[in-house]
């Protein structure tokens, strides 16, 4: 049987992985659009999380396999459409994840000053299509819109020591902006309380123990929930009372004359109304919120307009509300309402041999390891699916053979993995004279001068 999995993301690459691991004979093939693979742990994974990158060893075995090959610089949906794939495999995985963001949808979400966090992570961490962003850091006081682990991430790069980030693969350019940053207050907003944050603990006490940044909890935000907190989950509970206790402690009286520390802290229980304009209209100058309370408790809890309102100054802000899956081609389903493909265990409703994992498939939550899971479901799928015969294997298919030829017609090269090896030497080899792990290259032309494409 001839698989095509379409993303080469950590979805794409779990879902192979199982399926080449519990089919002998199965034969597998990755498309990516970019010329580079591994998706999110290349762009999304903080570059000071090194460790969290380790995967890409993992995946580059699965790749390496003789029943494995990788194409990219193919656009599914542009290049090859989805029904063309269908014809040339037995199956069909679309793993391509969620390349968008949700909108806040309030006023003045469009001036300058205001961004996605996916575009500021994609910015900071090499994403070719955010290398054009160049954030004005040029403000004190920043506002991040959201209570994940990706807000943390955003508020750690833009309060870390510069000495850190230089030993880290964060982007050159990115870099340089941020030594030039005038921020050193981040706040953190979320609709909901303590209780409701989606951020872990491994991430809240890395930003606590972040050097010269000082975390500002107040105190009241936390009054009462000793009690309920008494039967929640036990990393729920960790969590609270690791918020609790950094409330609690009395700031450390700095030295005299030593410089003002940067800072960092949560508020919640607002919700942005409006962003609101610079005297002459062009950019962001502060925030309007919603002051909430919470209808219902733990994580179904609803946050209710109290009907006050309140100001905060800001000259940036990022909205990290979470990221949204795009339609990829007309013949396959996708519920807009839900960003996801409607399907059932990785089954695509009504589309016999074609299957989806991971954020397009379930929306787009969780970290790497709920991926893996999540991905071993689908590959279970197909494997269910050709041992029962649902899959009819017995007409023979061309896969890559008359994939090929339709690239070819349109004027489309793909990129191999050992292609792939050429670029992460270059970078690796670049990182070396700057003293990091690599310098990511982030221009795609570049990437295909480099391998003679």
Same mark, same amino acid.
């Given at each position: ?11 794409? %690459? ?6 080449? =691991? ?14 580079? $693979? ?34 990219? +610089?193919? @656009? ?15 199956? /069909? ?20 000053? /205001? ?9 900071? +961490? ?85 050097? &010269? ?9 936390? @009054? ?10 036990? $990393? ?28 960092? &802290? ?5 919700? $942005?109304?409006? /962003? ?45 509300? &979470? ?49 893996? +899971? ?25 896969? %890559? ?10 004027? /489309? ?8 090896? =050429? ?7 670049? &990182? =070396?004279?700057?003293? =990091? $792990? ?16």
């Amino acid at each position: 049987p001839r698989v095509c999995v379409v993303g080469s993301g950590p979805a794409g %690459f779990y879902t192979a992985q199982h399926i080449l =691991k519990h089919h002998g004979g199965a034969l597998v093939d990755i498309y990516e659009k970019l010329p580079v $693979p591994f998706g999110l742990v290349r762009f999304g994974v903080a570059p000071d999380h090194p460790e969290v990158k380790n995967v890409i060893n993992t995946f580059t075995q699965t790749a390496q396999s003789e029943r494995c090959a990788y194409y990219g +610089n193919v @656009t599914v949906g542009r290049d090859v459409t989805v029904p063309e794939l269908q014809r040339a495999y037995h199956a /069909v995985v679309l793993s391509y994840g969620a390349e968008d963001n949700r909108v806040l949808g309030i006023p003045g979400e469009n001036l300058a000053g /205001v961004y996605s966090a996916r575009a500021f992570v994609g910015w900071y +961490n090499g994403l070719p299509e955010n290398q054009g962003l160049k954030p004005d850091l040029s403000c004190e006081t920043a506002l991040i819109l959201g209570h994940g682990n990706v807000a943390l991430d955003i508020a750690r790069i833009l309060l870390s020591p510069l000495q850190l980030l230089r030993k880290t693969d964060i982007t050159d350019s990115s870099l340089a902006a941020l030594a030039c940053s005038k921020v050193k207050r981040v706040w953190l907003v979320g609709r909901r309380g303590p209780l409701q944050v989606a951020f872990t603990i491994k991430e809240l006490r890395e930003m606590i123990n972040l050097p &010269g940044a000082r975390a500002v909890l107040d105190p009241a935000d936390f @009054t009462g929930l000793e009690s309920a907190i008494k039967d929640a989950p036990r $990393p729920r509970k960790r969590l609270t009372e690791l918020m609790m206790k950094t409330a609690l402690e009395k700031p450390v009286e700095a030295a005299a004359g030593a410089a003002a520390p940067r800072e960092w &802290g949560l508020k919640f229980q607002r919700s $942005p109304q409006a /962003v609101l304009p610079s005297a002459d209209g062009s950019r962001a100058r502060g925030i309007r919120m919603a002051l909430t309370h919470l209808q219902g408790s733990g994580d179904s809890a609803k946050a209710i307009p109290t009907g006050d309102v309140e100001e905060l100054e800001c000259g940036l802000v990022l909205s990290s509300i &979470g990221y949204r899956s795009l339609p990829l081609d007309p013949a396959v389903p996708f519920d807009s309402q839900r960003g996801v493909i409607p399907n059932s265990s990785g089954r695509v409703e009504g589309v016999p041999g074609l299957y989806c994992s991971g954020w397009v498939k379930r929306g787009p939550t969780g970290v790497i390891i709920t991926t893996m +899971n999540d991905s071993f479901d689908t590959a279970q799928s197909v494997l269910e699916d050709l041992q029962g015969g649902v899959l009819d294997v017995s007409p023979s298919r061309e896969g %890559f053979g008359l994939v090929e030829s339709i690239l070819r017609s349109r004027g /489309v090269r793909p990129v191999s993995f050992s292609d792939w090896q =050429k670029i992460d030497a270059a970078e690796v080899a670049r &990182g =070396k004279a700057a003293g =990091k $792990p690599r310098e990511k290259i982030v221009d795609p032309a570049e990437m295909l001068q480099i391998i003679g494409h």
